[in-house]
T-cell receptor, first 116, second 112 residues
Framework: DAGVIQSPRHEVTEMGQEVTLRCKPI?????LFWYRQTMMRGLELLIY????????DSGMPEDRFSAKMPNASFSTLKIQPSEPRDSAVYFC??????????????FGPGTRLTVL | SQKIEQNSEALNIQEGKTATLTCNYT??????LQWYRQDPGRGPVFLLL?????KEKRKERLKVTFDTTLKQSLFHITASQPADSATYLC???????????FGKGTRLSVIA
């Protein structure tokens, strides 16, 4: 298995532009998580989906952030408009919860976003 | 307020010694606790899970303890090697379907 796939790996954009991050979870996994990691705040959960349905988006910082999971093999995280404080590494992770909520999460390589 | 604190941002030890990393939590009642390893430029990788009713878990040179009275987990790497140098993250899972909450991590450097 290729693992969790994220694209792009690096994104540099200017303030005010729209940014779309993409994630393909591991086949067969039914939970998907979007995280943001910074030195100051560590790894923060933004939103997670179970069976393609958003379960908890309380970590989404503002209305500028939105996430979708149109099918079991694809999810997007969109920031519109982007701001310099959105600069961070964004991780997507997936897991299977068929045997409980405590299963390990498999992380993608991350997208390093820089907003100028 | 709820907090997860990992003992220090960075820890340096000599090769061959045992590294001990600490994870303390406040105002959580975790049913499970997980430890992850993160290398620079990569996503975290799962290492171990320990349940609230387990005192200790081992996997090769790794050992994790979980003390719900002290609200603390200790993560040990015995016979440490330079290849163990990485950032180690603890993560809590409360009972129910609430997702994992991560600590900020401890950066371990094993010096040859």
């Amino acid at each position: 298995d290729a693992g969790v796939i994220q694209s792009p790996r690096h994104e540099v954009t200017e303030m005010g532009q729209e940014v779309t991050l993409r994630c393909k979870p591991i086949s067969g996994h039914n939970s998907l998580f979007w995280y943001r990691q910074t030195m100051m705040r560590g790894l923060e959960l933004l939103i997670y989906f179970n069976n393609n349905v958003p379960i908890d988006d309380s970590g989404m910082p503002e209305d500028r952030f939105s996430a979708k999971m149109p099918n079991a093999s694809f999810s997007t995280l969109k920031i519109q408009p982007s701001e310099p404080r959105d600069s961070a590494v964004y991780f997507c992770a997936s897991s299977t919860t068929t045997s409980g909520p405590y299963n390990e999460q498999f992380f993608g390589p991350g997208t390093r976003l820089t907003v100028l | 307020s709820q907090k997860i604190e990992q003992n220090s941002e960075a820890l340096n030890i000599q090769e061959g010694k045992t590294a001990t990393l600490t994870c303390n939590y406040t105002n959580y009642s975790p049913a499970y606790l997980q430890w992850y390893r993160q290398d620079p430029g990569r996503g975290p990788v799962f290492l171990l899970l320990i349940r609230e009713n387990e005192k200790e878990k081992r996997k090769e040179r790794l050992k994790v303890t979980f003390d719900t009275t002290l609200k603390q987990s200790l993560f040990h790497i015995t016979a440490s090697q330079p290849a163990d140098s990485a950032t180690y993250l603890c993560a809590l899972l409360n009972s129910g379907n609430t997702p994992l909450v991560f600590g900020k991590g401890t950066r371990l450097s094993v010096i040859a």
